[in-house]
């Protein structure tokens, strides 16, 4: 079945340092992904998304592009701030008609960010 | 706008009882999908459910079970609670269609069974 694995953390970093946050997956075919952001005390937030090979999702600085050889989804962003703490998901969606489109997680990131 | 919206925010039960959490989602979404979120993990799907029919099911047993009403509102009811579904339940809905799979989150139910 399909899974999605991420860099284990927690990763605690510095402000205005960069940030990976690493992901692979497996997955048949050519599945959506994505990367979710979850605040302390709140629901899932989409970051970005990339629907095809060689697509870059970007929003807030952060950035990822999607990579069919490696299977890989890396969640980048190059000037970390205190806001961005949080806990960090990767997570896909299979492409196949007819399927009910449910997302396939990773076990999340968590990232703190000091000042 | 309102975001999608769940109810209750947290309760507690305990084994062998009964829970029902509640979703409404975006207006103009016709499709919801449930999720169990187990502290320290990501989130699993439960259950889709697209104009008032099922159209996916996880790996979870039949005491899970779910509908969706005519105002494209959803419950989600838990049977006979066990210590391991204490989790965060979060709601999702998305546009009009199956195939639809961006998904805007509620900030979800958090059951404690004890």
């Known amino acids: 079945g399909d899974s999605v694995t991420q860099m284990e953390g927690p990763v605690t970093l510095s402000e205005e340092a960069f940030l990976t946050i690493n992901c692979t997956y497996t997955a048949t075919g050519y599945p959506s992904l994505f990367w979710y952001v979850q605040y302390p005390g709140e629901g899932l937030q989409l970051l970005l998304k990339a629907t095809k090979a060689d697509d870059k999702g970007s929003n807030k600085g952060f950035e990822a592009t999607y990579r069919k050889e490696t299977t890989s989804f890396h969640l980048e962003k190059g000037s970390v701030q205190v806001s961005d703490s949080a806990v960090y998901f990767c997570a896909l969606s299979p492409i196949s008609s007819g399927s009910a489109r449910q997302l396939t997680f990773g076990s999340g990131t968590q990232l703190t960010v000091l000042p | 706008d309102a975001g999608v919206t769940q109810s209750p925010t947290h309760l507690i039960k305990t084994r062998g009882q009964h829970v029902t959490l509640r979703c409404s989602p975006i207006?103009?979404?016709?499709?919801v999908s449930w999720y169990q979120q187990v502290l320290g993990q990501g989130p699993q799907f439960i259950f889709q459910y697209y104009e008032k029919e099922e159209r996916g099911r996880g790996n979870f047993p039949d005491r899970f079970s779910a509908r969706q009403f005519p105002n494209y509102s959803s419950e989600l009811n838990v049977n006979a609670l066990l210590l391991g579904d204490s989790a965060l339940y979060l709601c999702?809905?998305?546009?009009?269609?199956?195939?639809?799979?961006?998904?805007?989150f509620g900030a979800g139910s958090r059951l404690t069974v004890l």
């Open positions: 207006s103009g979404h016709k499709s």
């Open positions: 999702a809905s998305s546009l009009n269609s199956p195939g639809a799979n961006v998904l805007t």
